[in-house]
């Protein structure tokens, strides 16, 4: 009986793990100009710097996206990305805003948050 009881606890748990965790991927394919778009999921780090490099461990694709983005422009706010810096108003994504991402080439990249 005890050893019942515990096959059916460990399935409860598997189960639960299995509803309550949901993951969220986010594809992104950007052409050679401005791109309208948000980001509209959760990040341990909202920096620009942070997010939109290869540093993020969120972020999966097969080149460096940061230097292929010219600029980022929100309402009021504005970066580019210049000698391998960003450099302007926009300091974090929000993710309750739009933004118009200026790419110097078509891009494509995931980023998945759980």
Do not use: C, H
């Amino acid at each position: 009986m005890k050893s019942s009881l515990n096959r059916y606890y460990l399935y409860v748990i598997i189960i639960s793990s299995f509803l309550f965790s949901e993951e969220y991927v986010y594809e992104y394919n950007l052409q050679e100009g401005a791109n309208l778009i948000s980001f509209p999921q959760n990040s341990n780090n909202y920096e620009i710097e942070y997010f939109l490099s290869s540093s993020n461990t969120s972020l999966f694709s097969n080149e460096t996206i940061d230097d292929k983005i010219q600029s980022i422009i929100s309402e009021g706010e504005l970066a580019f990305y210049e000698n391998g810096n960003w450099i302007g108003s926009l300091y974090e994504i929000d993710t309750k805003k739009g933004y118009w991402v200026i790419s110097q080439q078509d891009i494509s990249f995931v980023l998945s948050f759980s």
